[in-house]
Each structure stands twice: as C-alpha cells, then as structure tokens.
C-alpha cells in the first residue's frame, strides 16, 4: 500500500490543501456579506431569491470547510457581521445598485469561484478534498445555471458582439 491510501481523514493536508480551504472560506465569508448587502438593494424577488439561495449554500459550505480545518488545527479567517436586512426604499437611489448591475456582479462571482474549485481539485491530493471541491464545484454549476436563467428572463444578460460568418464570395 502507498503513500496516502489509507484513511484519507487520517492523512495529512498538504500545505496547498490547507490554502485551497483557507481561502475558498475567507473568500466565501466575504461573499456571504457582500450578498446579504446586495439583498437589500435588490428590488426584483426572483433576484432575492438567487441571493437567498447563494448565501444558504455559502453557509453550509462554510461548515464543511471550517469543521475539517478545525479538525486539523488550523486557525479559521475571521468572520464578517451579519448585515442586517434593510428596505430597498431607505437606500437612495443613487446609491443603490439596481438589479442587472448585482446579477452581473453574482454572475461573475459564481464564474470566479467555479475556477477556485477547479483549481483546488486539480491541486488536491487527498481525495476527500478534492470531492468536496468537487460537490462545491457543482452547486456553483447550477447556481451559475440559475442566475443565466434568470438574466435571460429579465432580459438582463448583455451579450458580446455576436460573431457572423460573412455572406461575401471568396
């Protein structure tokens, strides 16, 4: 039997294990507030929802995360407040971010943190690790689905200049 066959829970994380968790969950913490934020400024309920969903998901992966550091002795990242759920009304207009500039934020976040996952997996070499960057990886698809859907509808998504074939003879 070779190196890290055994009990994958009973192997040592690798240093680059312990920076792939560390960070998804500082990273994770962060979005957690930046998204209870932005739930205040979202005036569209399908939108809340998505942030509700996200912020859910956020939480329990952040359990898994900080119970497996714990578990092998590494200081967890501090831990923002909880932001406190205000009316879209009390914030100005002009300093409220309206619906198509948060999901694009939310968007572009989901894209980031499906390149996190991939990464982690690609580094890991406990394979416990590198399933649950793989679980994490694919919650993130279908959020990532969802928020798509949801653009779409809204009529939110902006899209890149389409590329045509041209119609000239060559």
């Not at 205040?40 to 998901?57: F, P, S, W």
């Amino acid at each position: 039997m070779g190196i890290l066959t055994g009990n994958q829970q009973k192997e040592p994380l690798h240093y680059g294990e312990v920076f792939s968790l560390w960070s998804y969950l500082s990273a994770a913490k962060g979005n957690c507030a930046t998204y209870e934020t932005l739930y205040n400024h979202a005036g569209d309920k399908d939108l809340k929802r998505l942030l509700e969903e996200l912020i859910q998901g956020i939480k329990q992966e952040s359990r898994e995360i900080e119970e497996l550091l714990k578990l092998n002795g590494i200081a967890l990242p501090p831990t923002p407040p909880e932001r406190p759920v205000a009316n879209v009304d009390d914030i100005p207009v002009g300093a409220r971010a309206n619906d198509p500039e948060i999901s694009a934020a939310v968007s572009l976040n989901i894209a980031q943190g499906l390149v996190a996952c991939s990464q982690a997996i690609g580094q890991s070499s406990r394979e416990d690790i590198a399933m649950l960057f793989g679980q994490f990886h694919m919650n993130k698809a279908q959020a990532g689905a969802r928020a798509l859907r949801l653009n779409k509808e809204k009529g939110w998504l902006v899209l890149p200049p389409l590329h045509k074939t041209s119609s000239r003879e060559q």
